[in-house]
């Protein structure tokens, strides 16, 4: 078994910095229920994404922290269908003051030209871009999804400049595709379809009781 996700978190900073930021946050909720946070570090960008199995229901119990590159760490967790970034990367753009981006990339038949770890495929298939730029409210969001039956399609937040220029209006007629998604993300130094652009340095944070 292999870990697979269609969702990554990129945050910009430092990587000890970060863990310990979430370390702090987590430790408020965590430690009062009894339970520990410990944190391991290791090289090796698929032994770090091994310790993410088995996935985790609720709460999730891993988290992985990879230095990649142009100053940005990817974070990943063992959620039951992969990175649940939702919730994590706000906070942490937040108490950082970091900018940060969260995409989502997921097709009914993966790309098989993508790195391994990035051909989650779903039956509800979802393109999404998020931007945080020092707070916890996306500045900038753009989504083509499906959540069975018809595609839906929005936009809102700050326009991105020229960045926006190579998406346009999301609609009906112009849905955000996992390709377009590829050219927003790397205009920002994201090369996040890329494996080599990961760096095989990591973090992990584990809760255990």
Known sequence: MTYTTSEIGFIRGDQKALVDAFLDWQSRIFRPLGWQLQVAGGSGLDGGLGELMVRATAPITRHLFVRAGNGWIAYF??????????????????RTKSAAVRFVCSEKVPDERRPSFLKGNSRYPARIFERFN???????????????????????GDTLGKED???????????????KLERLLSSFGIHAFDESWYGDTWSLVRKER
């Open 77 to 94: 967790d063992n959620g039951p269908h992969g990175t649940d970034a939702a919730a994590v990367l706000p906070q942490l753009a937040l």
């Open 165 to 179: 220029e190579l998406i346009g209006t999301v609609d009906k007629e112009n849905p955000l595709t996992c390709q």
């Open 134 to 156: 020092g707070s916890d409210d996306a500045d900038r969001v753009l989504c083509s999804a499906n959540d069975g039956g018809k595609w839906k399609h929005s936009q809102y």
